[in-house]
């Protein structure tokens, strides 16, 4: 009995604290499109040839990013400068590692986002288009995070200095360098704070969050501290321009997940795939900037009030997926990027491929995939150890479910 009745007045004082702060949340200015819009140009530029990590231009580009941080007030957190440089076997690379510091600060809030892409693709690289060598400018992966990181930084620093007797949370911004080759500086970031201790009390991941469709915005690891609804819930706005579909998970194929291991409470906002992912077509172009400016206006205010007051996260564990089989064991592709932040049962497609298997057998966006040659599909690991098995050339029965109908195609490989 003792031990709901703390839990409700910790929840009862959580509350009280984000309401206390809310109307200073909402006097935030709002983002600048033309900035964030300027970033993503910069860093799709021919110069930095599709930013593939470990190229000779990884530097230069990072120190780009230091300068607008140092611009808006940030100092490099390392002695040696803003650059961390890494080494995993013969790539070598960079993070951009800068903070804001706060008068009588208590926690450190981190905002990340890779810069790194897949450079010009073909085959080994992730590109799914491997028999095209192009630049793959990357755009929405993650030209958009890193944007938006930096504008959420800027938005911080000028809210910090309005109300610095309120703000009690040093601001620290990552660019990391190796996501595509498997999270690596974010990894060097994380266990290089973790043996420093000082690692944050909250880790928020932007990463491809410029293709805004249909207003939803995805936003995992809200199971990884207790107060992460009631947080997200203070920042909105009334109209609120964004649709929340959240998942509580830590873990994913993103950089959060590094630090999630770390126990850091995390937050990783995401608009999800799309057909032009991993190839030469995801273009500055085609994002959403007024989508963008909605998003990071909210991260802005999610990111305010962890920062003001005596707010604290408490880790909580979520469940860890089993991804079972190595993605080398595939020998054939359906074509379909999944939606990781789907918590139902079977395996929901977030995005099917133009031209692939699945389209072309009449798989749509937001199928359900329950089985598969008479297999039941459960989650997502399930469907992974069904693909495994398949090969290039076989024809295959595959049961969806379509707003609340099943349908069956047959898939050629």
């Not at 984000?18 to 530029?45: K, W, Y």
């Not at 990894?187 to 410029?210: E, F, R, S, V």
Request: proline letters at 5%.
């Amino acid at each position: 009995m003792s031990h709901h009745t703390i839990k409700i007045s910790t929840a009862m004082f959580a509350s009280a604290v984000l309401f206390l702060s809310c109307s200073a949340l909402h006097r935030i200015p709002g983002p600048d499109t033309a900035q964030m819009q300027q970033t993503v140009n910069e860093l799709c530029s021919p110069e930095y040839a599709g930013r593939q990590a470990g190229n000779d231009r990884d530097s230069l580009l990072v120190s780009m990013l230091a300068g607008k941080l140092s611009a808006l007030g940030f100092e490099p957190f390392f002695e040696n400068g803003p650059l961390q440089p890494f080494t995993i076997k013969s790539l070598h690379s960079y993070n951009t590692v800068m903070i804001y510091r706060v008068k009588d600060a208590n926690r450190t809030l981190l905002i990340g986002a890779h810069y790194d892409h897949l450079g010009k693709g073909g085959k080994g690289s992730g590109s799914l288009k491997p028999d095209t060598l192009a630049i793959h400018p990357g755009a929405d992966d993650n030209a958009s995070g890193v944007a938006m990181a930096i504008e959420t930084a800027r938005l911080l620093t000028l809210r910090a200095r309005s109300e610095s007797d309120l703000f009690k949370a040093n601001i620290m911004v990552a660019a990391f360098g190796a996501e595509e080759a498997g999270t690596l500086g974010s990894k060097k970031l994380a266990d290089t704070l973790a043996a420093l201790g000082q690692l944050p009390g909250l880790m928020i991941n932007l990463d491809m969050t410029g293709r805004l469709k249909d207003s939803v915005l995805q936003v995992s690891g809200t199971g990884t501290f207790p107060q992460a609804d009631s947080l997200l819930a203070s920042a909105r706005m009334e109209p609120f321009p964004l649709k929340l579909k959240t998942s509580q998970s830590g873990y994913g194929p993103s950089d959060h997940a590094v630090f999630y291991t770390q126990k850091v409470p995390v937050l990783f906002f995401t608009t999800g795939p799309h057909s032009d992912y991993h190839t030469p077509f995801d273009t500055p172009d085609k994002l959403n900037y007024q989508g963008m400016v909605d998003i990071a206006a909210y991260v802005s205010r999610v990111a305010a009030g962890f920062a003001e007051g005596n707010f604290t996260c408490s880790y909580l564990e979520t469940e860890v997926p089993d991804m079972g089989t190595p993605k080398a064991a595939f020998k054939a592709s359906l074509g379909v990027i999944p939606d990781f932040t789907y918590e139902g049962e079977g395996f929901c497609a977030g995005t099917v491929i133009a031209g692939r298997p699945s389209q072309r057998a009449g798989m749509k966006n937001g199928d359900v995939v329950i089985s598969i040659e008479n297999t039941p599909v459960k989650n997502i690991e399930e469907y992974m150890k069904i693909l495994a098995t398949l090969e290039k050339g076989m024809t295959i029965t595959i049961v969806v479910l379509r707003d609340g109908r099943s349908h069956t195609l047959e898939v050629t490989l």
